[in-house]
């Protein structure tokens, strides 16, 4: 029997990564690497309020971005 492990947070996570660093440089002029965007998914995409800003501080800057998760009233139809 063959056991195969993936590193699945990283694949799975990996479009909210990009989607970060698109974010923080166009909203805060700053690079960040994908081990730090993974960091940030959980203040960006699961904690926030939908419509929000949400304040990043760094050793030197603070700065605003704009909450990336989805809007949670979206009526699904059957």
Not at 26 to 45: D, F, H, N, W
Not at 65 to 75: A, D, E, F, P, Q
């Amino acid at each position: 029997m063959s056991v195969l492990v993936l590193n699945t947070p990283v694949v799975a996570f990996a479009s909210k990564i990009e989607k970060i660093q698109k974010a923080l440089k166009e909203e805060c002029q700053v690079g960040v690497s994908s081990k730090k965007a993974l960091t940030l998914i959980r203040p960006l995409y699961l904690t926030c309020v939908p419509g929000t800003k949400v304040s990043l501080q760094s050793d030197e800057d603070r700065c605003d971005v704009k909450c990336l998760k989805g809007n949670s009233n979206v009526i699904v139809e059957r």
